[in-house]
């Protein structure tokens, strides 16, 4: 595709319930990352999938937050019994990385706007 | 742990040029990014540095000091429409980016 694409654009959930993310990465690139933002923060990593290898699971806040990536392309981040402070926007970005060399840059798509109430 | 710090908010005027500072002290370093974030959009790709200098690219140049871990992004003949938040962000060797807090930047009339 054109870019990396998200969906939904927005989602508004109440506090307990369980809501999923997805996130398109662009044709060929190998590798997705998911970060989130908070108002008035920075980028937050969450976790990062390149080809077939186990992904990097270190930036997840609590084991209420999972993701999968199927056939190596569309991601979906699932947080379960959302709660407040998950209300947030959440970034998928994806990148080419082939070989372990200079860092690719990365495409981030447009995000999904999390209100918790 | 891993520190990136820039100025929180900074206001130019049109026409003119503002140089934005990040300092970092990582665990690694492969690499520094700058990002360009309109509000409410997705953060879009301005420039790389992984060697000391400067590289430039139009009205835009990204300095990097490894040794200092310092990096500036310069921008230069500023337009109304470069307002929006401007992100340092490092590769510490684990290829997700460790970002900043972002430099909101207003260019005024």
């Known amino acids: 595709g054109a870019g990396v694409s998200q969906s939904p654009s927005n989602k508004v959930t109440e506090k307990g319930k369980d809501v999923e993310l997805r996130c398109d990465p662009i044709s060929g690139h190998t590798a997705l990352y998911w970060y989130r933002q908070s108002l008035g923060q920075g980028l937050e990593f969450l976790i990062y999938?390149?080809?077939?290898?186990?992904?990097?699971k270190s930036g997840l806040p609590s084991d209420r937050f999972s993701a999968e990536r199927t056939g190596g392309s569309v991601s979906t981040l699932t947080i379960q019994r959302t709660q407040q402070e998950d209300s947030a926007v959440y970034l998928c970005?994806?990148?080419?990385?082939?070989?372990?060399?200079?860092?690719?840059?990365?495409?981030f798509g447009p995000g999904t706007r999390l209100t918790v109430l | 742990g891993q520190n990136i710090d820039q100025p929180t908010e900074m206001t130019a005027t049109e026409g003119a040029i503002v140089q934005i500072n990040c300092t970092y002290q990582t665990s690694g370093f492969n690499g520094l990014f700058w990002y360009q974030q309109h509000a409410g959009e997705a953060p879009t790709f301005l420039s790389y540095n992984v060697l000391d200098g400067l590289e430039e690219k139009g009205r835009f140049s990204s300095f990097l000091s490894r040794s200092k871990g310092y990096s500036y992004l310069l921008l230069k003949e500023l337009q109304m429409k470069d307002s929006a938040s401007y992100l340092c962000?490092?590769?510490?060797?684990?290829?997700?980016?460790?970002f900043g807090s972002g430099t909101r930047l207003q260019v005024q009339p």
């Open positions: 962000a490092v590769d510490t060797g684990r290829r997700a980016l460790t």
């Open positions: 999938f390149q080809g077939n290898s186990a992904p990097d």
């Open positions: 970005a994806s990148s080419i990385e082939a070989l372990r060399r200079a860092t690719d840059t990365q495409y």
